[in-house]
Each structure stands twice: as structure tokens, then as C-alpha cells.
């Protein structure tokens, strides 16, 4: 199974915008980034504490994503190195198989938390093996 992030490598959310509306009215109106073409899983750090951004989040997928499964993974960490220990133990948990990021610090953290798994950056709507 193929997971991705969200902010960042399917979507570009405006975060200075939610000091003019609200997080959930940014989060439905984001550019899309990148569309995978094989069924894919989301794992994010993306805020998710109500309902309201939960559903902004499910609302985005379903208009702009056609491969998303439907999945929807929060990682529950307010630092990177929890963000990286969280997001390994949901790709362990789920079965990734190749998981898909922008961030390299965060891909380099993971490699060896995640043996196997293949690794994959988002550069300016590329996508290539990490």
C-alpha cells in the first residue's frame, strides 16, 4: 500500500490565510500539489482536533484526490521527532509498502525506523525515490 503526507506534497495550504478565515475554509480551498494514480493512504501531522478540520481534510481528498482509499492517518505529536516516531508506527501499523513526503529531514529520520519501505520526496510536484 502507498501512503503520503498531505501539506506540502498533495496539497499547499495558505497558514497565514487562517489568520483572515478560518483553518478548515483554508484547508478546502489548498492547491493541489501532486494526484497519485495508484490507490493511496494519507499519514499527516496536518491539524485535526475538531470535527470541522477533520472534515475539511476528508472534503479536500474526496474533490482532488480520485486514488484516496478513503484513509486518513493524524499523527498525534507536537514536535518533529514525535511527528517522525508517529508517522513510522502508522506505516509499520498499516503495511506501507512506499511512503511519500516532502520533507527530507523527515525521510532521512525515517529510513531506518522503516526498513523496507520505500521512501519517495515531492520536489515542486516531482516525484523521485529518496
Known amino acids: 500500500m ?11 495550504v495558505d497558514f497565514a490565510e487562517a489568520n483572515v478565515r ?5 484547508f478546502r480551498q489548498a492547491k493541489v500539489l501532486y494526484v497519485p494514480d495508484v490507490p493511496f493512504t ?3 501531522a496536518r491539524p485535526h482536533s475538531t470535527a470541522a478540520l477533520r472534515q475539511a481534510t476528508t472534503d479536500w481528498l474526496k474533490t482532488n484526490e480520485p486514488q484516496w ?5 493524524y499523527c498525534n505529536a507536537d514536535s ?3 511527528i517522525i516516531e508517529e508517522k513510522a508506527r502508522l506505516i509499520k501499523a498499516h ?4 511512503f511519500t513526503d516532502n520533507n527530507e ?3 532521512t529520520a525515517l529510513k531506518p525506523l522503516v526498513p523496507g519501505v520505500t521512501l519517495w520526496l515531492i520536489d515542486n510536484g516531482q516525484r523521485q525515490r529518496f
Open 95 to 98: 503495511r506501507v509498502t512506499d
Open 22 to 26: 478560518s483553518l478548515s475554509t483554508v
Open 105 to 107: 529531514q523527515i525521510l
Open 80 to 82: 518533529e521527532p514525535g
Open 42 to 44: 494519507v499519514i499527516t
Open 2 to 12: 502507498e501512503a503520503y503526507d498531505l501539506d506540502d506534497t498533495l496539497a499547499s
Open 69 to 73: 482509499d478513503g484513509n486518513v492517518y
